[in-house]
């Protein structure tokens, strides 16, 4: 039983974070390589911060929130001077970055990281694993509203806006560069909270937990699920996430199989299991709706003559994109 | 006091003067149009005003305050709002969303504005609807933007530049790949804008359509202003013609209405055209010559005993078998149709032009008959399928190919741009290097220069010698005049000439239809996607039509 919590948990705490990878990454459209450090700072912190400076969990959690949100508005700025295929990189290198500080610097522990992380306690009550859940559900409901609220908002549809054409987004009016920040911020400051829960329910961080591998599992949960939709970014993580434990008997092929999976995916639902444009979303919407199809459908909430598809719910820019949308004419 | 201001714009990138000394001025509810042939400046003179190119010297004021950053976000504040050539509404969002985010305005710089739920606005949406309506898109609002044709991208781009309510429009070539059905309809919607009280600046290739729709109109050529006036006066100036026709041989072409009417009919059969259908201006009499022209191409093509009775004028090469046959060939890029049912035969030691103003489909029509990008119909070459082969494969069985601005590679010799092309001949490069040096003596003293040091005639050498490393039989030479002085042009076709006397076929797509109607044996005239004229080509150089082909549509 405590097993499965703990499964459970670990899966919940990736949904967070790849709900929070969607806003950068689905509804802005910037490539974000670096989701693995802004969840290590926001577990550094709390570990930090609640064993040696002995304050509270929660105290440390707000710390923790404010601080990746500090670093996410870092990458922000840095990604309005560069695009696509060089922020990748660019996001890569910031992960490494943050990992070698991690190592390095004394204040965080070095190549040990910091152990024995004091349970956060809740009314005098200790955590135990069944808290530890319904934090973790808590955190992913918040992820969930923060996200669904930002794709019916203005700054939703001006994000979707330059992750379809920057050029025609800005001749448009939108305020490209503050957008594009808030999409990182938001994206960060959600690891962060991950990153909180995170660290006192392992009860020790060390600097390798948190590299480029966990950032790429991250942003494959939410292409596996489809990117765009926070729908998608959930079942990447429960299936990518829950995965590991399921092979554990074949464990010596279990990346070859997460591999695989991932390969296939993209190969034949490069929009996700369960994204926009995805063969399940039309049998959803079939279904639903015997006789329409899905851009019939204006259930997305409130009147006005816009549709269903929203701002939620686009591609990557490059190889997902469409095909043909490019040059015209001589 | 005008709306928009231009004085004394000057343009450079590097060394070279996109614009030089451009005064412009557009009063406020004033239709203007900016033509003139490929590389006239004009795509420069809308990014400036656009705010995407920083000019290098001269003044820009905008509604009476000097406009000193421009940068296309802040243009749309300042009343400039803009449409695009290619296709850049946002895809994944809908019709509606589209225009919405648009009309958002001030609501997306304050932070709470923008956090609010943009479908709870109905001072939003009910702007929106009625911008849609107003363009036509009302049926398509739910639809996704990526599902629309080109003729509705252009409508909600214009919807989604008026949703700002600028006080100038800037329309950037709207009518391209549209076709002739879609540039009546936006032409009528570009005319019913008039009511708002905007002015609307129209950069354009398709010169008689866009005259028709504006009050004034300015010419560019070579990035000067060679012409300004009512759309008429325009029309007729013969600089206008001349820098569409071409600046060899302007002779020729501007006496041609004169001289066509009195020619003699048998020689002039296979290109003449009832005299109604050419008296008649605009896209709808284009359709009517388009279809003759076709039935007059099939015809070329079918039978030798046919062909001989249509042809009196041509080389003697021409009663053989033709050496690349095209039959009803369609290009097409996703929604923009290129490329419409075209027809053209090229025989042995023909020396072939496909004249027509920029935005025909030429371009098109020979990265097709290089491989270069897809088409449908019908392509023989020599007995072969081309259309089933692709473009390395017809590199080697004997087409060679000169892109359209040359494309020579910069970083590599003159001698290193030769061996390149040569590597798949089986007696190895020297022999055929050797050939070409001979064939262009200038390129030889020049061997060991990088191919980016080169002049722009001989990078056009270049290119044609690369071409020919493959011991091509035919040629396919695309835009060879583009930006070179007169002289040059004129050393160019030499050379196009003379290979074609030695046996090998040239197939040419040409602006300058002045100098390439002069060298050619036969052309072709190229309109909207279609063959809408052909015949020889020193009877196509007498015909006033072919002006009209370049001023009427």
Known sequence: MSYLLVVATTVVIYAVLSVGLNIAVGYAGQPHLAQGAFLGIGAYMVAVFSTRYELSFWVSMLIAIAVTAASGLLLGVISLRLRDDFLAIVTIGVNFVVVAIFQYVPWFGGATGVYAIPLPSIGGQQFGNGEFLILGLVMLAIAVAVSGYLARSWLGLGLASLRDD??????????????????FVVSAAIAGMAGALYAPFLSAVTPTSFGFTESIVMLAMVMFGGVGTIRGAILGAVVLG???????????????IFGGILVLVLRFQPQG???TDSAAAGWWSRFRRPGHSADDDGSGGGAGPYGAVGAAGGSLPGPVDAPGAGSAGE | MPLLEIEDLTVRFGGVTAL????????????????GPNGAGKTTLFNVIAGVIRPSSGRFRFDGAVVHRARPATMRHRGIARTFQVSRVFGSLTVAENVAIAAAGRRLLRPLGALRRYRADSEVSDRVAQLLADTGLSRRARDRADALNIGDVRRLDIARALAGDPALLLLDEPAAGIGVDGMRSLGELISSLRGRGVSVLLVEHYVGWALSLVDRAVVLDMGEKIAEGLPADVRANPRVITAYLGHSGQAGAAEGSAASGGRDG??????ALPPSASTAAGPLANRARTAAAQQESSTVGATPSARADARTVAPPTTDGAALLRIADLSVTYGHVSAVRGVSLNVHPGEFVTVVGANGAGKSSLLKCVMGLVPGAGTMIFSDRDLLSEPAHRRAAGGIGYVPEGRRIFPGLTVEENLKVTAGAHPDGAAPMIDQVF????SLARRRHQFGGNLSGGEQSMLAMGRAMMTQPHLLVADEITLGLAPVVVDELFEHLTRMAASGISVLLAEQNAAVALAAADRAYVMEVGHMTMTGPAADLRQDHRVIAAYLEM
């Open chain 2, 438 to 441: 001979a064939m262009f003596p």
């Open chain 1, 166 to 183: 920057e050029l025609a987004s800005a001749s448009s009016g939108t305020p490209v560069a503050p957008f594009k920040i808030t999409a």
């Open chain 2, 266 to 271: 048998a020689e002039t059969a296979p290109a």
């Open chain 1, 273 to 275: 299991i369960i994204g």
């Open chain 1, 242 to 256: 829950a995965l590991p434990e399921i092979f554990r008997f074949v464990s010596d092929y279990r990346l070859l």
């Open chain 2, 20 to 35: 030089s000394g451009i005064d412009l001025s557009l009063e406020r509810g004033e239709f203007c149009a900016v033509i």
